[in-house]
């Protein structure tokens, strides 16, 4: 050891205490070196695998109904389709409130047997209010098990109404979260 005036200079060494404490960036305050490399019990990464759903797209098939099929996708088994509608129709409900997906054309979410019913409404020169497209997107219950469509109906169902992508996509997101939720119980 050397000393140099009234300080005393320690050699760092790997074993000493100082090359084992780092300094933590956000309070200037000394943490031990193995806060950063400490390791997560085994039992505490061990999930239970949910299945990875598939929704299948079809760009312009038409159903039974007369509507253009913009999805499909076949539910896990032990699906909790009451807890499933419930997020559903809270999805779409969220389009409205939020901000998350500004959208160019107001939209009218009403609740359907099995799911959620989203309208893209039009004004009239005179006021009224039309909804000449929506889509369907319900849970059917079909002999292979529960089956999710996104379906498009309305007057107008020929034509892609504004923003109908983005509402795909975010759809897609928030099947695979549904599906991970009404499950998981």
């Not at 807890?83 to 359907?112: H, M, Y």
């Not at 047997?113 to 497209?133: C, H, I, N, T, Y």
């Not at 098990?145 to 007057?155: D, Q, W």
């Amino acid at each position: 050891m050397a000393a140099s005036g009234n300080l005393l200079r320690l050699p760092l060494s790997p074993n000493s205490l100082q090359s084992r404490r780092q300094l933590c960036p956000h309070t200037s305050s000394v943490l031990p070196a193995n806060f950063f490399s400490h390791k997560l019990h085994r039992s505490s990464l061990r999930r239970r695998p949910v299945p990875v759903p598939v929704l299948r797209v079809f760009s312009s098939a038409a159903v039974e109904g007369g509507g253009v099929s913009l999805g499909t996708m076949k539910l896990p088994p032990k699906t909790d389709l009451a807890r499933f509608e419930i997020l559903l129709f809270q999805w779409a409900n969220s389009l409205c409130q939020g901000a998350s997906l500004p959208l160019s054309t107001p939209l009218k979410v009403d609740r359907v047997k099995g799911g959620a019913r989203l309208g893209f409404v039009s004004m009239g020169g005179d006021g009224d209010v039309d909804v000449p497209v929506y889509i369907d997107c319900v849970v059917v219950v079909e002999a292979d098990g529960p089956m999710f469509r996104a379906v498009r109906n309305g007057p107008q169902n020929d034509r892609v109404p504004p923003d109908e992508p983005r509402i795909m996509r975010s759809l897609l997101q928030a099947l695979v979260t549904s599906v991970q939720i009404a499950t998981a119980s």
